[in-house]
T-cell receptor, first 112, second 113 residues
Framework: NAGVTQTPKFQVLKTGQSMTLQCAQD?????MYWYRQDPGMGLRLIYY???????DKGEVPNGYNVSRLNKREFSLRLESAAPSQTSVYFC???????????FGDGTRLSIL | QQQVKQSPQSLIVQKGGISIINCAYE??????FPWYQQFPGKGPALLIA?????SEKKEGRFTISFNKSAKQFSLHIMDSQPGDSATYFC????????????FGKGTKLTVNP
């Protein structure tokens, strides 16, 4: 069982470069989420998609865009990377709000 | 505004001891309270969850205690083991279309052998 798969696992970017983080789930979940995790800050929601075809901003959306490509895939794009976006990014999915969220193992992103 | 406050930030206990992590919230619309466990290099994984219609839920050595009037909930790990060493996050979410989990800032637990 793959669960939630994130690619890449590691990435180093230069300031101003763009990149897309990929996420796919094979559990037929309706909802998908992108979080960032920084030391001492817990998990902060960037964007989420309650169902295929919808996306909404979370707590820290500035500098990011998302695409819910289909029910399985939810991508996160950094258009012009900044050092403040150095973080570990987690994708998660769930059937609905009061059901467990299943997380991928993260993408460790460094921006120089 | 931090909607879920978690304490302590770090906790060291001896093997066999009891680990207690506390969380407090303000939003009375919260209706689902999960705890997640995260090991280094891995994503968080659901440990145990509670809904406000019960005051306690136990799964093996892990127990959630919930106090609705005080707007507090806590995780108790009985007979703590070195393998329990991880970061623990409490979280909460509210029904009503928001679909969002709000996480505490985490507690790093170290269980010494």
């Amino acid at each position: 069982n793959a669960g939630v798969t994130q690619t890449p696992k590691f990435q180093v970017l230069k300031t101003g470069q763009s990149m897309t983080l990929q996420c796919a789930q094979d559990m037929n979940h309706n909802s998908m989420y992108w979080y960032r995790q920084d030391p001492g800050m817990g998990l902060r929601l960037i964007y989420y998609s309650a169902s295929e075809g919808t996306t909404d901003k979370g707590e820290v959306p500035n500098g990011y865009n998302v695409s819910r490509l289909n029910k399985r895939e939810f991508s996160l794009r950094l258009e012009s990377a900044a050092p403040s976006q150095t973080s570990v990014y987690f994708c998660a999915s769930s059937t609905q709000w009061n059901q467990p969220q299943h997380f991928g193992d993260g993408t460790r992103l460094s921006i120089l | 505004q931090q909607q879920v406050k978690q304490s302590p930030q770090s906790l060291i206990v001896q093997k066999g001891g009891i680990s207690i992590i506390n969380c407090a919230y303000e939003n009375t619309a919260f209706d689902y309270f999960p705890w997640y466990q995260q090991f280094p290099g891995k994503g968080p994984a659901l440990l145990i969850a509670i809904r406000p219609d019960v005051s306690e839920k136990k799964e093996g050595r892990f127990t959630i205690s919930f106090n609705k009037s005080a707007k507090q909930f806590s995780l108790h790990i009985m007979d703590s083991q070195p393998g329990d060493s991880a970061t623990y996050f409490c979280a909460a979410s509210a029904k009503g279309g928001s679909e969002k989990l709000v996480f505490g800032k985490g507690t790093k637990l170290t269980v010494n052998p």
